[in-house]
């Protein structure tokens, strides 16, 4: 089974910077698409971005041109590079193996 260990979550300021990562590890066969959501109280956990195996993305339109996904292959790691933070940003991020597999999250908080 495989694992997800997230860190880089935290506090920053609006317009700050963080960067989150997300390590796999057990036993894995294969690399599926792999991605960030995020979910805050009383809204459904919605999609943020999402890296395939060939390194194609998809980012909500409320991220692009902000955040940036990428992924290392050979550690089996994704990560989310966010910057230019805003308030509405402030969630809990969960990291998805092939959305199926999540992590435990990791609270993002951006304060104005």
């Known amino acids: 089974q495989v694992q997800l260990v997230e860190s880089g979550g935290g506090l920053a300021q609006a317009g700050g910077s963080l960067r989150l990562s997300c390590a796999a590890s057990g036993s894995i066969f294969s690399i599926p698409a792999m991605g960030w959501y995020r979910q805050v109280p009383g809204k459904q956990r919605e999609s943020v971005a999402l890296i395939t195996s060939g390194g194609s993305t998809n980012y909500a339109d409320s991220v692009k041109g902000r955040f940036t996904i990428s992924r290392d292959n050979a550690s089996n790691t994704v990560h989310l590079q966010m910057a230019s933070l805003k308030p509405e940003d402030t969630a809990v991020y969960y990291c998805?193996?092939?959305?199926?597999?999540w992590g435990q999250g990791t609270q993002v908080t951006v304060s104005s």
């Open positions: 998805t193996w092939g959305l199926v597999l």
